[in-house]
């Protein structure tokens, strides 16, 4: 009995040579630039003539490299060699035994002995002087299913030999679709534009105009999940653990970039496709969901730095002031009433509802014969206007006369008569803390023709164009754009614009005074 123990504990043991014999570390050479800080595993490693002591317990490494001014690299290195000792697993007993049953312990695979690490180093520009800030308006992922491909490599020989094949196989079933918007993806772009500068911190309240911000979409058009995950079990400190994953994670993307000038209008597009780098994967149940997190907002980050590099961005960015490009329009004679709103109900019947394609905003009649005054930004690059009265009657057929990006302020025309328009007033000054009255359709369309009161909380100046507007603390929503700002005889003293939005900020609300109406749009009305 003894003696068949002891031939079965000598069979195991040679047959396990490079599991037995094999050093617990190996020293690596892992080939990078000098001026780059490389961690392996978030640490910094200890280096001995240009090696590195690596632990041979078959568990993916995660390499990081850093560069001051570029963003991160990520690379992922394995075991996947037989161990020479490996050899020695068929002596002396040769076909008596099966060497791959038994040597399949942590120990009994290597690393490459060098490992040339790429280096491709990216950096988002730094701001120039007197560019314009940016802002991301949205960041998407709208994909249906064929749109998100997977491709598995079973081990890591596998991937090297097949990493630039194509991959064929669907994520998803048919008409499954994938759309998020405005995900965590936005904060990481927003984090890298404000380490470059580019997002406005001034927090000053009219930092920003017509021609000093530039805002961007991003959209991800499609979406390739690469993973390389083996379970083959493994001997692990005298125990056999099977269904073990190691491996990583890398994704393609391509994304839809964006660039929109201040009222969202598109001023340039582009398609982008990026790799991300590759991250280390360890337990498909709990941190898989993250893993891929991390390559695909890698990827995107890499997707951004290109599109900001992009010279037609860069030349947005550095574009002078608009000013030049306003309209230079002959001044209009607009026909004079028989009568005008006096009294708040009147101005309410007065009031309409501009609804777009995508939404609605507010407006006012000026004229008897249907000429309306409300915001640029309400019918910028819309389609398919309507106005809609107080009676809920509709007007079809909308002409936009002429507008100004600078004042955000348009003038448009609807066949209509005997409507009673607003009185303007024309004079510069306003009165402090005299009240006023906000008419418009707040939030949803049912909600038309809202009145709100309030008082003239101050008169600002912007820095953008030297014009000023009127500060109220009366009830701004969205959809109140373009409605009117009244006195309680119902005449007309400005233009609702803007509400500051934020955490805690509640009754500060802008308005743009009629007299800008003049100057922007360049009217004149009968008398």
Not at 309 to 330: F, G, I, K, P, T
Not at 453 to 471: C, E, F, H, M, Y
Request: charged share 25%; hydrophobic share 35%.
């Amino acid at each position: 009995m003894n003696n068949i123990i002891y031939v079965a504990c000598l069979t195991l043991l040679l047959s396990s040579c490079a599991s037995v014999f094999n050093g617990a570390h190996q020293n690596v050479e892992l080939a990078h630039d000098r001026d780059t800080e490389l961690l392996i595993d978030g640490k910094t490693p200890e280096e001995r003539k240009g090696k590195y002591r690596l632990k041979r317990d078959h568990q993916p490494r995660q390499i990081t490299l850093k560069k001051e001014g570029y963003k991160d690299e990520h690379v992922v290195i394995m075991q996947y060699k037989r161990s020479p000792l490996y050899a020695l697993s068929v002596f002396p007993f040769g076909i008596l035994v099966y060497p791959p049953v038994f040597d399949e312990g942590v120990k009994a695979y290597d690393y490459d002995k060098s490992i040339e690490i790429n280096e491709n180093f990216v950096a988002l520009p730094e701001k120039p002087e007197n560019a314009k800030s940016i802002e991301l308006n949205t960041v998407a992922v709208d994909l249906e299913a064929e749109d998100i491909q997977f491709r598995f490599f079973s081990n890591y020989k596998d991937f090297i030999r097949t990493q630039d094949t194509k991959p064929t196989k669907s994520v998803g079933d048919e008409g499954d679709h994938l759309k998020l918007e405005n995900t965590i993806f936005s904060d990481l772009l927003k984090e890298l534009l404000h380490e470059k500068g580019y997002i406005d911190t001034t927090e000053a309240t009219f930092g920003g105009g017509f021609s000093d911000d530039l805002f961007v979409n991003a959209t991800i058009k499609s979406y390739t999940i690469h993973q390389m995950t083996t379970y083959k079990g493994l001997m692990n400190s005298g125990s056999y653990v099977s269904d073990m994953a190691r491996g990583f994670v890398y994704s393609d993307v391509i994304i839809d970039w964006q660039a929109l000038d201040y009222y969202k209008s598109p001023v340039y597009e582009t398609e982008i496709s990026t790799t991300s780098g590759q991250f280390v994967l360890t337990d498909l149940e709990n941190n898989y969901e993250d893993v891929l997190k991390k390559s695909l907002s890698d990827a995107i980050e890499y997707g951004l730095i290109e599109f900001m590099n992009r010279d037609e961005v860069q030349r947005l960015l550095l574009e002078e002031s608009q000013l030049a490009q306003e309209a230079n329009y002959e001044k209009i004679m607009l026909p004079a009433a028989d009568g005008y709103v006096s009294s708040l109900s009147e101005a309410v019947k007065s009031a309409v509802t501009i609804k777009t394609d995508k939404g609605h905003g507010s407006g006012f009649f000026v004229t008897a014969d249907g000429y309306i005054v409300t915001n640029y930004h309400v019918v910028a690059n819309q389609k398919d206007l309507q106005v809609i009265m107080n009676d809920e009657s509709v007007y079809e057929e909308v002409e936009v006369v002429r507008f100004s990006k600078i004042y955000d302020l348009a003038l448009l025309k609807v066949n209509a008569n005997d409507v009673l328009p607003y009185q303007i007033n024309t004079a510069e000054k306003v009165e402090l803390a005299s009240d006023v009255y906000a008419i418009g359709t707040p939030a949803l369309e049912d909600l038309s023709q809202t009145i709100s009161k309030g008082i003239v909380s101050g008169i600002r100046k912007t820095p953008a164009n030297d014009s000023r507007l009127i500060q109220t603390d009366a009830s701004i929503n969205p959809g109140n754009s373009g409605g009117a700002l009244v006195s309680k005889e119902g005449e007309l003293i400005g233009v609702v614009s803007s509400k500051l939005r934020g955490y805690g900020v509640e009754g500060v609300a802008f308005g743009i005074p009629t007299s800008e109406i003049f100057r922007a749009l360049k009217v004149e009305f009968e008398k």
